[in-house]
């Protein structure tokens, strides 16, 4: 008479299962990483886009562009503001309308945080060269005030 085979698991088999649910494990954090990395770029830019709309409006409101810049809220991706937002202000005579002024608007940001570390258990993502950096350009025209 023949024994029957016990119907467990044998050693090699429970290996390869674990091999297999550690490289899911591994590929499942580094798509996380890469998707909240995108999330925060993301964000940044909207923040960044929805500053520049913000000083554009300020200005065709009639507030000087030194004035815009001085109280729009600082944030880190365009800081600093006074250098990172630039007014190129031109004055134009239309026939039968009046004087109006057109400022060509440029905001230059960063899309991603300054530097890459892995510091007390928090991962900041990014890269300080330049071509992490954006620009976003808006035509503002307006009536001449002054």
């Known amino acids: ?31 996380a990483l890469a998707t ?4 925060e770029t ?4 909207a923040r960044c886009l929805n500053l520049h ?6 200005y065709q409101l009639g507030l ?8 729009l809220p600082a944030d880190p991706a365009a800081a600093p503001l006074d250098t990172n937002l630039v007014f190129n202000v031109q004055t134009s005579l239309i026939t039968n309308l009046g004087t109006v002024e057109r400022a ?7 899309t991603t945080p300054q530097a890459a570390t892995w510091t007390a258990g928090t991962w900041t993502s990014g890269e300080s060269s330049a071509s992490a ?12 005030l002054r």
Do not use: G, W
């Open 104 to 110: 060509d608007t440029t905001l230059t940001y960063s």
């Open 36 to 39: 909240i990395t995108q999330e």
């Open 53 to 58: 709309e913000q000083a554009a409006r300020l």
């Open 64 to 71: 000087a562009p030194a004035t815009v810049t001085a109280i």
């Open 1 to 31: 008479m023949k024994r029957p085979r016990s119907a467990a698991y044998t050693l090699i088999e429970v290996l390869v299962a674990a091999a297999i649910l550690m490289i899911t494990a591994a590929a499942a954090a580094a798509l």
């Open 42 to 45: 993301n964000a940044r830019i």
């Open 133 to 144: 950096r954006r620009t976003s350009t808006l035509v503002v025209i307006r009536p001449a």
